[in-house]
């Protein structure tokens, strides 16, 4: 590579746009990207390095050509065996561990950003990644609210940044096949989609406050959230309190939703309906544990339903999607249902694979089409990477993660303000003639971890 620097090689799209194959980046020899020389590799840093942070470091090791400088978490008790692993896996060089991500934001050898915090700190690390120079692989949902969500797309445009979202099932071949299906009208008409949640996430009680564990930066964690004492349960259980999250309809759902949305080619509904609460048990989750939301569209109606105190519906499991099988779809706990004038597509996400129904035979079901799907981790990663190299835009680019999210976040409005109907304004994304729904718009920021208006 004599002759010009290491940024300047990513920057050069004839040798690093390796092509587009129905929307996902392909590698033209994978093999390549192993051993690649250290002034070839992108480097990234790890903000949140927990279950899904470990896992997605290991994924863009095992690439090749990526290399770690650092890793960014609140809580330093995870730095040795977290920075041992990583050293292992790019011959023995070991990432920098700092507590704060912002720390990073200077460095201008580092190319991206890879955040899997809890929710909350999603928008606010993406904002100022982007501001920094820096592209973003950020895990779903995009966003804690509607404006930061928009405002995650505002940055991304204005300083130039790849901004993935970790919403994998947009870079699937088998999905793909299936949008192709769709596309093409094979299913005919589409008047109603179904989107399913369901499974066993029981209630917790609430943990006395404590002090902060050595080693962990509490004040940080909390971040834009009002602030409050150290609580074992606010730690652990955040996806299931308002105050971090939006509940499992954001925690898990969040991939179906997107995929629905995505297959069906729509935007904004028109006005969403939801209504629900924890029905199943006392304690610490303010998020419901029941839920039905409904979006309308013109001549299309989308719903969605959850329940986490269901230990039978089954969510599609490692070796299924390693393998050509298909889930039992009447118990699969993430099936997309999408009813068209010519048949029933039914669809898993994750490497469920989907197959399409017509009318039975001989009172015998009859599946007129199909594809098995395997779990799209790789390719999603392949085409985080390679759109770094090219600029292109990624198959889960902000602006897509943020209209998914949107739908997440108008469900919740409608439900915490009594299950309201929110007429939607799809120039603005605001809710229209709805004082009380548009408090719930935007999150109050708690200083010094705010968004501002002009990002």
């Keep these: 590579m004599?002759?010009?620097?290491?940024?300047?090689?990513?920057?050069?799209?004839?040798?690093?746009?390796l092509g587009l194959a129905a929307g996902v980046t392909i590698l033209a020899n994978a093999e390549s990207a192993r051993g690649a020389p250290a002034a070839e590799k992108v480097v990234l840093a790890a903000v949140g390095v927990h279950g899904r942070g470990a896992h997605l470091a290991a994924g863009f090791l095992e690439r090749g050509d990526c290399e770690y400088a650092y890793i960014a978490d609140v809580d330093s008790r995870l730095f040795a065996s977290r920075a041992k692993s990583i050293a292992e896996r790019q011959g023995g060089r070991a990432?920098?561990?700092?507590?704060?991500?912002?720390?990073v934001l200077d460095d201008k050898s580092v190319d991206a950003m890879i955040v899997a915090t809890p929710d909350h700190w999603h928008a606010p690390a993406a904002v100022w990644s982007c501001q920094a120079g820096k592209d973003v692989y950020v895990e779903k949902p995009a966003s804690q609210s509607c404006w930061e969500g928009r405002k995650m797309v505002e940055a991304a445009r204005k300083h130039n940044r790849v901004v993935q979202v970790g919403t994998q099932n947009r870079s699937a071949p088998y999905n793909i096949e299936a949008k192709k299906f769709l596309d093409?009208?094979?299913?005919?008409?589409?008047?109603?989609?179904?989107?399913?949640?369901?499974?066993?996430?029981?209630?917790?009680?609430?943990?006395?406050?404590?002090p902060t564990p050595e080693g962990l930066n509490w004040d940080m964690w909390n971040g834009p959230a009002p602030e409050h004492p150290y609580n074992a349960t606010l730690h652990s259980y955040w996806n299931h309190l308002w105050r971090y999250s939006g509940g499992d309809i954001a925690n898990d759902a969040s991939h179906q939703i997107d995929l629905a949305r995505w297959l069906l080619g729509v935007k904004h509904p028109r006005a969403v309906y939801s209504t629900g609460g924890r029905y199943a048990g006392t304690g610490a989750a303010d998020t419901p544990d029941t839920q039905v939301a409904v979006y309308d569209f013109d001549k299309l109606m989308v719903t969605f339903e959850?329940?986490?105190?269901?230990?039978?519906?089954?969510?599609?499991?490692?070796?299924?999607?390693?393998?050509?099988?298909?889930?039992?779809?009447p118990q699969n706990a993430t099936r997309i249902e999408i009813y068209g004038t010519k048949g029933l597509m039914c669809v898993g996400r994750h490497g469920g694979g989907w197959q399409v129904?017509?009318?039975p035979k001989d009172r015998k079901p009859v599946v007129s089409a199909q594809a098995y799907g395997r779990f799209p981790d790789p390719p999603h990663k392949e085409n985080f990477i390679q759109c770094v190299r090219s600029r292109q835009q990624p198959n889960a680019d902000v602006e897509k993660g943020h209209l998914s999210a949107l739908w997440i976040h108008y469900a919740n409005i409608s439900l915490r303000t009594g299950?309201?109907?929110?007429?939607?304004?799809?120039?603005?994304?605001?809710?229209?003639?709805?004082?009380?729904?548009?408090?719930l718009f935007k999150r109050d920021y708690r200083k010094p971890w705010v968004i501002e208006d002009d990002v």
Aim: a positive charge; glycine letters at 4%; proline letters at 6%.
């Design 95 to 103: 990432p920098k561990c700092v507590q704060d991500f912002r720390d």
């Design 357 to 359: 129904y017509i009318r």
């Design 306 to 329: 959850l329940t986490l105190y269901t230990p039978y519906m089954l969510k599609t499991d490692g070796f299924l999607r390693d393998n050509d099988m298909f889930p039992y779809w």
């Design 184 to 210: 093409e009208g094979k299913l005919g008409t589409i008047h109603l989609c179904r989107i399913y949640n369901q499974k066993s996430w029981p209630n917790r009680p609430m943990a006395a406050d404590s």
């Design 2 to 17: 004599a002759g010009y620097s290491r940024r300047e090689f990513l920057d050069r799209t004839k040798r690093t746009s």
């Design 419 to 439: 299950g309201q109907k929110l007429d939607i304004d799809p120039a603005t994304e605001e809710i229209v003639n709805n004082a009380e729904a548009m408090k």
